[in-house]
């Protein structure tokens, strides 16, 4: 264990529902992120916090929407996906934004399946 | 544009001996850092090794090490004594302003 939860493990989903990824981590760390791993391609990094303040939103739909109620915490709320959103969410957190030699943390990650 | 290749998507090493995975990258930063991250199968995703840019020493940690070749802008990764617990997707990373990722590689350990 490296100090990262995720819940669920794993979620399968209609395109019409609305679900919540949750991460929470353990570590004292102040930056949190959100990464889509899909297979045979780069990590895509989707959202970044730091001190709780978003700071990096790359791109990502509007139908997943992140929040971070405190340094702790990470969620994404998901709605009316697609299938191609099928992937492996991981959560990670940082002592501080990556940029320097600080060690990205990782959850065991959450399996989503969209029907 | 910062970017991370693995030309390598599977790799397969014999139980005890000694395999090298390749990672190239291209950065404008003249200060950054490099990582080799293991997943496992089903499991979390974990830190191997890092090497600081501004230090010529090579990083190791026990049978890992990497040759970190600044100018051709290449960090390997090399696994001695393999043991079937280093079975994984291997991912090399840099940072810039964000963590960016390779594609990574698989390691089959045959016993």
């Known amino acids: 264990e490296t100090g990262v939860t995720q819940t669920p493990r794993h979620l399968v989903m209609g395109m019409t529902n609305k679900k919540s990824l949750k991460c929470e981590q353990h570590l004292g760390h102040n930056a949190m992120y959100w990464y889509k791993q899909s297979a045979k391609k780069p990590l895509e990094l989707m959202f970044v916090?730091?001190?709780?303040?978003?700071?990096e939103n790359n791109s990502v739909p509007s139908r997943f929407s992140p929040e971070c109620p405190n340094s702790s915490h990470l969620f994404l709320h998901l709605h009316t996906l697609q299938p191609e959103d099928s992937a492996l969410y991981l959560c990670?957190?940082?002592?501080?934004?990556?940029?320097?030699?600080?060690?990205?943390?990782f959850g065991p990650g959450t399996r989503l399946t969209v029907l | 544009a910062q970017t991370v290749t693995q030309s390598q998507p599977e790799m397969s090493v014999q139980e005890a001996e000694t395999v090298t995975l390749s990672c190239t990258y291209d950065t404008s930063e003249s200060d950054y850092y490099l990582f080799w991250y293991k997943q496992p199968p089903s499991r979390q995703m974990i830190l191997v090794i890092r090497q600081e840019a501004y230090k010529q020493q090579n990083a190791t940690e026990n049978r890992f090490s990497v040759n970190f070749q600044k100018a051709a802008k290449s960090f390997s990764l090399k696994i001695s004594d393999s043991q079937l617990g280093d079975a994984a997707m291997y991912f090399c990373a840099l940072t810039g302003n964000q963590f960016y990722f390779g594609t990574g590689t698989s390691l089959t350990v045959i016993p």
């Open positions: 916090y730091s001190l709780e303040e978003r700071v």
């Open positions: 990670a957190s940082s002592l501080r934004l990556a940029g320097g030699p600080d060690t990205q943390y």
